[in-house]
């Protein structure tokens, strides 16, 4: 054995590079504790855009009632009506329910013609930015 040292391991019996399984556990931790800490943050700008479209719907489809009733002399007798007259390319979809369907109709007030007078999001709940039910928004 001249020429090799004395305390020199055979290379098979030393892992090459790589890993220890305690060092990808300890990493692996780290990410999921930066996630947890940034994660729901993310999710607040997301509410606040969904809030802001609604207001945004609401105030457009009001708008379009408001407009029928002007040039018709009477509020529309459905959501739908508005599309069919051109007041509205489409019934939105609620940003809250992801539904086109989930609007409240309000009646007009007695004695006046039509079905419609006013419109709210049928989303149950409230916003982390206002106190008020979405329903009635």
Same mark, same amino acid.
């Given at each position: 054995?001249?020429?090799?040292?004395?305390?020199?391991?055979? /290379?098979?019996?030393? &892992?090459? %590079?790589?890993? =220890?399984?305690? !060092?990808?556990?300890?990493? @692996?931790?780290?990410?999921? @504790?930066?996630? /947890?800490?940034?994660?729901?943050?993310?999710?607040?700008?997301?509410?606040?855009?969904?809030?802001?479209?609604?207001?945004?719907?609401?105030?457009?489809?009001?708008?379009?009632?408001?407009?029928?009733?002007?040039?018709? %002399?009477?509020?529309?007798?459905?959501?739908?009506?508005?599309?069919?007259? %051109?007041?509205?390319?489409?019934?939105?979809?609620?940003?809250? =329910?992801?539904?086109? =369907?989930?609007?409240?109709?309000? &009646?007009?007030?007695?004695? !006046?013609?039509?079905?419609?007078?006013?419109?709210?999001?049928?989303?149950?709940?409230?916003? /982390?930015h206002n106190p008020i039910p979405y329903g009635q928004w």
């Open positions: 054995m001249i020429g090799r040292p004395m305390h020199a391991r055979h /290379a098979s019996s030393r &892992p090459v %590079g790589g890993f =220890t399984l305690l !060092e990808l556990l300890i990493v @692996l931790s780290i990410i999921a @504790l930066l996630l /947890a800490v940034v994660m729901p943050n993310d999710f607040k700008p997301m509410q606040h855009s969904k809030d802001v479209v609604l207001r945004k719907d609401l105030r457009v489809m009001r708008e379009a009632i408001d407009h029928y009733d002007g040039d018709k %002399g009477s509020y529309p007798p459905s959501l739908q009506a508005l599309v069919a007259a %051109g007041y509205l390319r489409a019934i939105p979809v609620d940003p809250i =329910t992801g539904l086109a =369907t989930t609007w409240v109709v309000m &009646p007009p007030p007695t004695g !006046e013609p039509g079905g419609v007078y006013d419109v709210h999001s049928g989303a149950p709940g409230k916003s /982390a």
